[in-house]
């Protein structure tokens, strides 16, 4: 995939070393499929080959209201076969991503404008070192409501960052996270008024770059605190892709996901 | 040692799914010896085996006015066991490391309801054994290993630097803290603090939405057994390490000074060794 190929994202450079990645699908809330996810590793491939890109910024689209929704299940479009090559669609939980975002070698700042579900927030928690949220933007861990794992090494990430108890509250319960409550957690660096969400963030990305920031050491601070995690990641990745190719063959996911089209609870039956 | 033998704790089992372990043993405020351990343990067993058996609550008895005042080392309850349940006690194991394994190993959701004190190997079984922690909010933990020359168990070494950091988890145990219902979730590993009223029925709210009709049990098990397998090589490693310092912790003159203090009631002189 080749920048211009970009359907879901909207990718841009300034000559400060500020990229912003800007999720773009408003119709669907920002919800991000298996393309969007290779535009997002596409994008980090751009940055880590280009020296004078120095920090992204990860938003989602105002119009949509979301940073965003999730995972996308709907019609795949249609695409070319050098891009289908390029997708593993075995890899349900987008362990390459995960990977991808957990080696990058720059700073990542996300500025979580509206809701972020699911993969919405998995990414984040994964991928950015800073976390800005604004007031209004919520969190939710979706996955148990769909009958599936959490993704993105979240099953050890998040046990690390808010302990066992709060972590499995979240995640066998699918519940909501205010902006206030997940301050209050250390899930997120600080909540904003939306309209300074942005202008904060830029802020904080500049103090990461020359003349402000020393970016080697930046760098080297963070591949130090990202090298022990790898191997765990990795193996936590793998094993959540093994879980939700067992749980995928249940009633209760092929419930779930009827329930969801239908917009009624689900009856679960525990197998 | 089979269920009929349980004698230390009340097991219920409700055609919901819901299981209930209540420690009940008032007369030492729900202590517990190595006896209620094996219980503890033939409970887990006896779940895993049942596949209408969803979720374990675990919580102690009104009469005992306490979630558990911690480990109960009276030697002399040991003579009078019967031979085949004396057999399955392992008193080289201080640690618990039997009971810790079968924990984290155990595939169903666990909910701790701490209804009043929770003292020594109480605070580390709720915070290390449960999913999921409910306290009622005159309850309270006590991380007194300390205070009686000896150090937690249950892999606490690993799990509370986990999760609080060194520098928090450090001050509790070297200082032997008392932690209130309010500040343990501040601190983070309890998930709510209600009325004592409130505390049972909104545990086992809780627990029903881990059930299915409500909750897809299948991918809670998945989570839970992702979420905890990094874990099963460190805690095995801890849990060996504290073995070895709580045998050679006992053979220490402040160990004796501090269970001589216990009957005298004065605070105990220690000399370091």
Redesign the interface.
């Known amino acids: 995939m080749k920048i211009e190929d970009f359907t879901d994202i909207i990718y841009e450079k300034e000559e400060n070393g500020i990229c912003t990645l800007t999720l773009n699908r408003p119709e669907r809330k920002n919800s991000l499929s298996k393309i969007t996810f290779l535009e997002i590793e596409t994008a980090l491939s751009d940055m880590e080959e280009d020296k004078n890109a120095r920090v992204l910024i990860i938003t989602g689209c105002k119009e949509a209201k979301a940073f965003s929704a999730g995972g996308y299940f709907g019609p795949f479009p249609h695409i070319s076969q050098e891009v289908k090559k390029e997708l593993d669609f075995s890899d349900i939980t987008e362990k390459r991503l995960c990977m991808k975002l957990w080696d990058f070698s720059k700073p990542i700042i996300a500025a979580i404008n509206g809701l972020a579900v699911g993969a919405g927030i998995a990414i984040p928690l994964t991928g950015a070192d800073l976390i800005y949220l604004s007031e209004d933007a919520w969190l939710a861990f979706v996955?148990?409501k769909r009958?599936?794992?959490?993704e993105h090494a979240l099953?050890?990430l998040l046990?690390?960052y808010?302990?066992?108890?709060?972590?499995?509250?979240f995640?066998?319960?699918g519940d909501r996270i205010s902006a206030q409550e997940a301050e209050r957690?250390g899930l997120v660096n600080k909540v904003l008024p939306s309209e300074e969400l942005m202008p904060y963030t830029r802020a904080q990305a500049l103090r990461l770059i020359p003349p402000n920031g020393p970016s080697l050491s930046i760098k080297l601070m963070k591949k130090t605190m990202h090298d022990y995690f790898r191997d765990?990641i990795l193996?936590?990745s793998k094993?959540?892709n093994e879980?939700d190719k067992?749980?995928m063959k249940?009633h209760?996911?092929r419930e779930?996901t009827r329930s969801f089209i239908e917009k009624r609870d689900?009856?679960?039956?525990?197998? | 040692m089979n269920i009929e033998d349980i004698s230390d704790i009340i097991y219920e089992k409700e055609e919901n799914g819901i299981c209930t372990a209540t420690i009940n043993a008032p007369e030492r405020k729900n202590a517990m010896s190595l006896v209620t351990f094996l219980e503890l343990e033939t409970i887990l067993e006896d779940m895993d085996a049942d596949k209408n058996a969803?979720v374990l609550i675990l919580t102690g008895s009104s009469g005992g006015n306490a979630f558990s005042s911690g480990g109960y080392f009276n030697l002399n309850l040991y003579p009078n066991l019967p031979p085949e349940i004396l057999k399955e006690l392992d008193l080289q194991d201080l640690a618990l490391k039997s009971l810790c394994l079968k924990f984290w190993n155990f595939s169903k959701?666990v909910i701790a309801a701490i209804n009043g004190l929770a003292v020594g190997a109480a605070a580390s079984i709720a915070?290390i054994g449960?999913?999921?922690?409910y306290m009622a909010e005159d309850a309270w933990f006590g991380f007194y290993f300390v205070k009686r020359s000896m150090m937690a168990e249950f892999g606490s070494h690993f799990m509370l630097p986990?999760?609080l950091g060194f520098q928090k988890a450090k001050d509790l145990l070297y200082f032997g803290k008392k932690i209130t219902a309010n500040e343990a979730e501040k601190l983070?590993?309890?998930?709510k603090v209600l009325s004592s009223d409130d505390l049972i029925p909104y545990s086992k709210e809780?627990a029903l939405?881990?059930?299915?009709?409500?909750?897809?049990?299948?991918?809670?098990k998945?989570?839970?057994?992702?979420?905890h397998?990094?874990f099963k090589n460190i805690l095995p490693q801890t849990l060996d390490l504290e073995n070895e310092s709580l045998r050679s912790l006992m053979k220490t003159s402040d160990f004796r000074a501090s269970m001589k203090s216990l009957i005298t009631k004065k605070p105990p002189i220690f000399k370091g060794r």
């Open positions: 996955f148990i009958a599936v794992l959490p099953s050890f046990p690390f808010i302990g066992f108890q709060k972590a499995k509250e995640l066998y319960t957690l765990i193996r936590t094993l959540e879980g067992s749980v249940t209760d996911f779930s689900p009856k679960f039956k525990g197998k | 969803h959701p915070i449960a999913d999921l922690v986990f999760r983070g590993f309890v998930n809780q939405r881990l059930i299915p009709p409500k909750g897809p049990s299948v991918a809670i998945l989570m839970k057994k992702t979420i397998e990094y």
